[in-house]
């Protein structure tokens, strides 16, 4: 069966400091990988997506930038933390580059302070 | 991507169905009807998705209106462990899931 996992399960960084985030996917391969970000009482919003290494498009112009150095690994990061950029990160995967199903992972809450 | 409304909150009685609207009225013919649940702190989990017919899985029922202006989850016997946000997505060509504010199911014993 697959798995996906991230880590930290929870961050609190001061503002300018660096960012990064890690997501890894278990059982499966050429998944399909997506960054969502849900800031405090709202939706989820489509950071970063990839359909394989090396492979990233940005859908809102951002703090941030991801990276997919292997198949089931991606990772979040930033030079310079805002205080925007507060939130609960999600990874997922699907199978397909618009697969039916994406399966998130359990989120990183970050705290910028 | 077209856009769903759903109640802010619903309210059910353990172990009793439960029935979860959602208007989409702007809807195209091509869009897939999905669904996902987040429990407090979580990932969404997908529900259920369909296209046209009613559909229904380990988890719930999807009922499709024949004008696929609006459709309704259906858990048959809610437990505590469904409370939850409950998003209903229209699925078109992009990649993003656009998740709204969901409707905020609460399940009292």
């Known amino acids: 069966s697959q798995t996906i996992h991230q880590w930290p399960a929870t961050l609190v960084q001061p503002v300018g400091s660096p960012l990064s985030l890690e997501c890894t996917v278990e059982?499966?391969?050429?998944?399909?990988l997506y960054w969502y970000r849900q800031a405090a009482g709202r939706g989820l919003q489509l950071l970063f997506y990839?359909?394989?290494?090396?492979?990233i498009s940005s859908e809102v112009p951002q703090n941030l930038s991801a990276s997919r150095p292997q198949d089931r690994q991606f990772i979040l990061s930033s030079k310079k933390l805002l205080l925007s950029d507060s939130g609960f990160y999600l990874c997922?995967?699907?199978?397909?580059?618009?697969?039916?199903?994406?399966?998130f992972g359990p989120g990183t809450r970050l705290t910028v302070t | 991507d077209a856009k769903t409304t759903q109640p802010n909150s619903m309210e059910s009685n353990e172990e009793e169905p439960v029935h979860l609207p959602c208007n989409h009225s702007t809807i195209s013919g091509t869009d897939y009807i999905h669904w996902y649940r987040q429990l407090p702190s979580q990932g969404p989990e997908y529900v259920i998705h369909?296209?046209?017919s009613n559909v229904n899985n380990r988890m719930a029922s999807l009922a499709i209106a024949e004008d696929r202006k609006s459709s309704t989850l259906i858990l048959h016997r809610a437990t505590l462990r469904d409370a939850a946000v409950y998003y209903c997505?229209?699925?078109?060509?992009?990649?993003?899931?656009?998740f709204g504010k969901g409707t905020s199911l609460l399940v009292t014993p």
């Open positions: 059982g499966t391969s050429n998944p399909n």
């Open positions: 369909g296209l046209t």
């Open positions: 997505i229209l699925r078109g060509a992009g990649y993003a899931l656009n």
């Open positions: 997922a995967w699907s199978r397909s580059p618009r697969g039916t199903e994406q399966y």
């Open positions: 990839s359909v394989g290494i090396g492979q």
